[in-house]
């Protein structure tokens, strides 16, 4: 596994997105562009949208779960912030479905599963690596809950409003090497937990899922344009988006994907 791991990483190097200099986090959307736009970061979310691929009502959970923690393991870390960190406008569903594409496939997380954030935690806790990645996110960003450990007296002093994240590169590190984890199931904190309990669900939910340590003020809106497979080496992910121009056949399983997860009733008999 390590051999083929930096044999796959050697590959990243010829990707055209592998010097760019990330900022802040960009739309899903234009994300999905650009990683469209380029042969080796196309080539690899091809292989993984292969693998993770619902047949019917079935997949392989742990496999394309494997597969997602590999995907973002073995590319630069700029990149990985690209795909692993890009945020969306709450009332752009296209782009929110993208992202669930790109952070929380509907094979490795299912999206019709909604459960507590206080099960979601716990479930983390009773898988070895899914727990040993929680405790390094807590360490790295959220060092008042780490402090407090599983002292729950602790966790209810902690005022959400004065709750802040790290937000540095091994937090950002951190993050991103949860995804593809149980953390990224979709949780609710509902009316029917006690008071104490909904407080350390929306704890929970604030630190998984509000991305308030990268989210930029204002997200950009998704371009049109989804880009040519040659990009110049540029040094910022907008001017790559910007650079783009035409879409070959090499991207078309994607683009496929993407139209039958984010619209079903055209993209049904795509793929």
């Known amino acids: 596994t390590d051999a083929l791991h930096t044999n796959i990483k050697r590959e990243w190097e010829f990707s055209a997105l592998a010097n760019l200099e990330f900022k802040t986090s960009m739309s899903c ?3 999905a562009a650009l990683c469209l736009s380029d042969q080796v970061c196309n080539r690899y979310l091809a ?3 292969m693998i993770c691929k619902v047949n019917g009502n079935t997949c392989n959970i742990t496999e394309c779960q494997r597969t997602i923690q590999s995907f973002y393991a073995t590319m630069p870390f700029g990149i990985s912030q690209l795909l692993g960190l890009c945020d969306c406008n709450q ?3 296209d782009c929110q479905r993208t992202g669930d594409v790109l952070h929380r ?29 929680y405790e390094t996110f807590k360490s790295k ?15 209810l002093d902690i005022n959400l409003e004065d709750l802040s994240c790290s937000g540095h590169d091994d937090c950002k590190r951190a993050y991103i090497s949860t995804l593809g984890t149980k953390l990224h199931m979709q949780c609710t904190c509902g009316p029917e937990l006690s008071t104490e309990n909904q407080h350390l ?28 497979t040659a990009l110049p080496r540029s040094s910022t992910p907008h001017q790559l988006l910007k650079s783009s121009t035409s879409i ?3 991207n078309m399983f994607i683009i496929a994907y993407f139209i039958s997860v984010l619209h079903p009733e055209k993209g049904k008999n795509t793929i």
Not at 105 to 133: F, H, K, M
Not at 141 to 155: A, R
Request: charged content about 20%; aromatic content about 12%.
């Open 47 to 49: 292989a993984l949208m």
């Open 105 to 133: 496939n509907p094979c490795a997380i299912p999206a019709d599963i909604s459960t507590s954030c206080l099960n979601v935690i716990q479930s983390c806790l009773e898988d070895e690596l899914c727990r040993l990645r």
């Open 248 to 250: 070959s056949n090499y």
């Open 29 to 31: 959307f234009e994300v």
């Open 141 to 155: 960003c959220w060092t008042f809950v780490h402090w407090c450990g599983s002292d729950e007296n602790c966790l």
């Open 91 to 93: 009332f752009n569903e």
């Open 201 to 228: 669900c929306r704890l929970f939910y604030h630190m998984l899922y509000s991305k308030s340590c990268f989210r930029s003020k204002d997200v950009a809106p998704p371009k049109q344009d989804l880009g040519s």
